[in-house]
C-alpha cells in the first residue's frame, strides 16, 4: 500500500462533489450521512497499517465512534469508508 499526503479539505471537496453518484449511494440521504465515512477512510491510512479488508473489524469501530446522526449502519456506510481509503492508497475498490 502506498499512501500519499491527505489534503482532509480536498478530499471532502471531492467527495461533496460526487457522493451522489457512487453505487453504494442511497437516495434521500446528504453528505451529513456519507462524510463521516469518508473521513474513516481518508484518514485511516494516517492511523493504520495494512489493507482494508484486514482492517476492516477496526474501521468499523472507527465508524461507530464518528459517526454522530449520520443515519447509515455499518453495512451502508462500508462502501464510502472503502471507497476514500482506496482513492488515498491507490488501491482497488474490491466487492464486498
Known amino acids: 500500500m502506498t499512501t500519499r499526503l491527505i489534503n ?14 457512487e453505487p453504494y449511494y442511497r437516495a434521500g440521504l446528504g453528505y451529513d450521512d456519507y462524510g463521516p465515512a469518508y ?13 482494508f479488508d484486514e482492517l476492516e473489524d477496526t474501521l468499523r469501530l472507527d465508524w461507530e465512534r464518528v459517526k454522530g ?14 471507497a476514500a481509503w482506496a482513492r488515498v492508497c491507490d488501491e482497488e475498490v474490491l466487492a464486498a
Open 69 to 82: 446522526r449520520s443515519r447509515l449502519t455499518w453495512d451502508e456506510a462500508r462502501g464510502a469508508v472503502q
Open 39 to 51: 473521513r474513516v477512510g481518508y484518514t485511516a491510512p494516517l492511523r493504520r497499517s495494512g489493507r
Open 8 to 21: 482532509p479539505t480536498a478530499e471532502d471537496a471531492h467527495w461533496q462533489l460526487s457522493f451522489r453518484t
